[in-house]
């Protein structure tokens, strides 16, 4: 029972976060690559959304670490490794430049899914083969 609540739970947050997403035209990859364009037509919308999402989470987190236990959950799950090593640097320089480059990241990617926006497809698909491979590499299986 508690793993359906657990599921219902992060389709709700990932709705929101879809709607968030479209709300503040993220899913246009033409308004994320303006904001990339320091020296040409600037768009400094991301900052503003990235400054709100900052506004919201900084007290959320505080008020969050107060808790002895999470609302929905046993206790708090944070990564056992918090080393910044060459891996974690090599797959944030790749994530940055996909970014960069066609102006989606995962969400507003899976969020264009459903305006089948051939960009957005292919976007994915890749994304999706991308993680197939280093399953495999990294010995985790798919």
């Not at 709607?19 to 037509?41: C, H, K, Q, Y």
Request: proline share 5%; charged share 10%.
């Amino acid at each position: 029972m508690a793993n359906w609540r657990n599921e219902s739970i992060a389709a709700v947050c990932g709705l929101l976060f879809g709607i968030g997403l479209n709300f503040s035209e993220m899913v246009n990859p033409a308004r994320v690559l303006g904001f990339l364009d320091i020296t040409g037509a600037w768009d400094p919308t991301l900052a503003f959304v990235m400054g709100g999402a900052l506004l919201v989470t900084i007290p959320g987190f505080a008020l969050a670490r107060k808790r002895l236990k999470p609302l929905f959950a046993m206790d708090y799950s944070e990564p056992a490794n918090k080393l910044v090593d060459k891996r974690l640097v090599a797959g944030a320089v790749l994530f940055g430049c996909g970014w960069g480059l066609v102006g989606l990241c995962p969400g507003p990617a899976i969020v264009n899914i459903g305006t089948l926006n051939t960009q957005a497809l292919v976007f994915v698909a890749a994304m999706l083969a991308g993680m197939f491979i280093y399953g495999i590499s990294a010995g985790k299986g798919h």
